[in-house]
């Protein structure tokens, strides 16, 4: 009996604990300028289907993704002129966003190098990094 009424001691204890992991990240999220939640979720579905569409859509999705870490970003007031420097900023608040870096150097050289070739390997690579940076900034 008292295994029984240990086990569900056990339970109910994880449960509270995994729900007050929610409630404190509800009041870790930011505060967006003009941006919400549900616009960018909306944003990246539109991404993640214009990745599945070719190669090409590849490309566009991993350019859209770093307008939207860049909009966030600015949501945010982060200060700097670039998505460059806002991302060097964000990293005394967010360390983990650092690792998105190649993924950004990989959506410069697609767009200042039109012969660059990218595999899907990359595109898919380059999307986690930009989903991950967008949930270390707990906007996802």
Do not use: C
Not at 42 to 67: L, P, R, V
Not at 73 to 78: E, G, Q, T
Not at 134 to 140: A, D, G, H, S
């Amino acid at each position: 009996m008292w295994i029984v009424v240990l086990i569900l001691i056990v339970i109910t204890l994880i449960a509270l604990g995994l729900g007050i992991r929610k409630i404190i990240r509800l009041f870790q999220q930011p505060e967006l300028e003009g941006l919400n939640r549900k616009k960018i979720l909306e944003i990246w579905h539109e991404i993640e289907k214009t990745a599945a569409q070719s190669q090409m859509g590849g490309k566009m999705a991993i350019i859209e993704a770093d307008k939207l870490l860049d909009k966030v970003l600015r949501s945010m007031f982060m200060p700097g002129e670039t998505l460059g420097e806002r991302l060097k900023a964000a990293a005394y608040k967010y360390p983990n966003i650092r690792k998105v870096w190649g993924a950004h150097r990989l959506r410069n050289q697609l767009v200042h190098d039109t012969s660059f070739e990218i595999s899907s390997r990359q595109i898919k690579s380059a999307l986690h990094d930009f989903q991950s940076a967008l949930k270390t900034l707990n906007v996802m």
